[in-house]
């Protein structure tokens, strides 16, 4: 402990390790059979994550159809499986070209609707598929993109930088990357289908990636409209293929590429048509989010949020002896055992000015489902929510140095960040892979993307026993050894020494928003600032 700073940090309650440990004991062991949604593991996970906010002093956040007080919010969900799949076929060139499901192309649907297809949808090249505002770039500006098929560039005009000083922040991945992103796009440019060209490097992943994650079920929450605001039909291509599409409207994928990543870029045309179809096999579900609160003092209208989804992957692929329990003691139930810490801790430390909200998530493993239909349908209103704190998967082993945060300085929560971190004597390390998007990735981006700024922060590698090796070694073990495997399982030797160390850090910076009367916003030129600042007006408004 610094010093200089110890006199003036706040007091923080003691991190309850027995409770943390008991959590993670109970909803890892093989009796919740890696907590899969809708299967029999759910109610007794929701029991005992109910049971532990009731013995926290929380109270349920929700109220039922009935008008009665309920810890839990219902998540209908749609799972949608195509069959029946037709080639791609392009006509409108010199000779009409066919392409082979799965192998060439792959294409789903986002509506929730037994039959897809796309009838001679003019194809349109839309460069990278951006429109940011609030950075003067819109790759769809004066086309009309109704009834049409955008064909779209994956990642940002400017992935290839070395730094990240670049107008889409270089080698650093931001949204307008992000495959999901070009497909609302396209979807609120009102498109009837939209085809990502996939190329290896700035996908950061190979064809069989796409191939095998478009190819089974893919997993939707339910919505009023079934999803009658989406595109028709979504996809992927080949880089072969969409140069062979461009060279039939006398096009070169390269010339156009150039074209795209330089500002004031417009859409090209392609004088072609586009056709597909397949069948959509739909089953619907329910899973359940579990909402606690804890009443602000003062502005109880106002709310801090912690996050942490309580799913895993259920029964998985056995590993060599047979064992086929992805109990998931680390993703997530490490997470949840921390919520539980937390609702313990602010009880005991008496009512901050806001309200502050628990929240286990279901369907993480799915798509962030739970934090999605939340964030839809918000308990409490996502403008009167200040922001919050996610958990997800905190590592086993000693605390560290240092921490590490995700996505980078987005927001005016940094100078919280690191006035927590002063007061706790930590440095921040940076991110590893800023290319990869991992911010858009988990559960906190539900909330982000609809502007409620949410902390993603993680404990660092240079541990205070044993330095940087022992922290990578900890950290390539989960990896490559247990993440999403029948190992990922709780130990009773576990050294939970670091665990406490971050439900510490996230209990101070929980605290930090939630006895303040800030309203941190997204920087300027963040891709999220428009979206908070027009629901902040609108509350302001009220
Ligand atoms: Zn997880």
């Given at each position: 402990m610094p010093l200089a700073t110890s006199h003036a940090a706040p007091a923080v309650p003691p991190v309850d390790e027995t409770l943390m440990r008991d959590t993670i004991r109970t909803l890892s062991s093989?009796?919740?059979?890696?907590?899969?949604?809708?299967?029999?593991a759910e109610p007794k996970t929701l029991d005992a994550i109910i049971a532990r906010f009731k013995a926290a002093g929380l109270q349920p956040g929700n109220t039922g159809p009935d008008g009665k007080p309920t810890w839990l919010q219902d998540v209908p969900t749609a799972t949608i499986t195509g069959t029946n799949r037709s080639p791609l076929t392009i006509t409108g060139g010199a000779e009409a070209l066919t392409f082979k499901p799965s192998s060439d192309f792959v294409a789903g649907s986002y509506?929730?609707?037994?039959h897809t297809e796309v009838k001679d949808s003019e194809l349109v090249f839309?460069?990278?598929g951006i429109n940011a505002p609030e950075l003067g770039?819109?790759?769809?500006?004066?086309?009309?993109?109704?009834g049409k098929t955008a064909v779209i560039l994956v990642?940002?005009?400017?992935?290839?930088?070395?730094?990240?000083?670049?107008?889409?922040?270089?080698?650093r991945m931001t949204y307008y990357g992000r495959w999901t992103y070009k497909f609302e796009e396209a979807a609120r440019q009102g498109a009837t289908a939209a085809l990502i060209i996939h190329d290896t490097f700035p996908a950061a992943y190979g064809w069989q990636v796409v191939e095998s994650s478009w190819s089974g079920a893919q997993h939707f929450v339910q919505t009023a409209n079934d999803?009658?605001?989406?595109?028709?039909a979504n996809g992927w291509v080949q880089k072969p293929v969409a140069e062979a599409i461009l060279k039939a409207a006398g096009k070169d994928l390269a010339a156009l590429t150039a074209a795209a990543q330089t500002k004031g870029f417009k859409a090209v045309p392609l004088g072609l048509k586009a056709n597909l179809s397949f069948d959509n096999t739909i089953e619907k579900a329910n899973s359940h989010n579990v909402v606690g609160l804890l009443p602000g003092?003062?502005?109880?209208d106002e709310y801090v949020l912690y996050t942490a989804h309580w799913d895993h992957l259920g029964r998985c692929k056995p590993d060599a002896s047979g064992?086929?329990?992805?109990?998931g003691a680390v993703d997530n139930a490490t997470g949840v055992a921390a919520l539980a810490a937390l609702a313990k801790m602010s009880r005991m430390a008496g009512p901050a000015a806001r309200s502050q909200v628990f929240l286990a998530v279901t369907l993480e493993e799915s798509g962030l489902l739970g934090s999605e239909y939340y964030a839809q349908n918000p308990v409490f209103p996502l403008a009167k929510t200040v922001g919050g704190v996610n958990m997800d998967a905190l590592p086993v082993g000693s605390p560290a140095k240092d921490v590490t945060v995700t996505?980078?300085?987005?927001?005016?929560?940094t100078a919280i960040l690191h006035k927590v971190e002063a007061e706790m004597g930590l440095s921040e390390a940076p991110e590893?892979?800023?290319?990869?998007?991992?911010?858009?990735?988990?559960?906190h981006f539900s909330f982000a993307k609809r502007g409620v700024p949410m902390f993603a922060v993680e404990r660092g590698?240079?541990?205070?026993?044993?330095?940087k090796a022992a922290g990578t070694a900890i950290s390539d073990d989960y990896t490559n050894?247990?993440?999403?495997?029948?190992?990922?399982e709780y130990e009773e030797?576990?050294?939970m020494s670091g665990m406490k160390q971050d439900v510490k850090l996230f209990y101070r910076l929980g605290r930090e928003l939630a006895d303040s009367a800030l309203w941190p916003n997204w920087h300027p030129?963040?891709?999220f600032r428009a979206i908070r600042d027009k629901s902040l007006a609108e509350t302001k408004g009220k």
């Open positions: 093989d009796e919740f059979e890696g907590r899969g949604p809708g299967t029999a509506r929730i609707t037994p839309v460069g990278y770039w819109n790759d769809y500006a004066g086309i009309d993109m109704k990642n940002d005009p400017d992935y290839a930088m070395d730094g990240e000083d670049g107008l889409f922040r270089g080698r999803g009658a605001d989406q595109t028709i003092k003062t502005r109880p064992d086929d329990i992805c109990n996505g980078g300085d987005k927001s005016e929560l590893d892979h800023p290319e990869r998007g991992y911010y858009y990735r988990s559960d590698t240079d541990l205070v026993v044993g330095g050894v247990r993440y999403h495997q029948p190992s990922d030797s576990w050294d030129n963040d891709e």
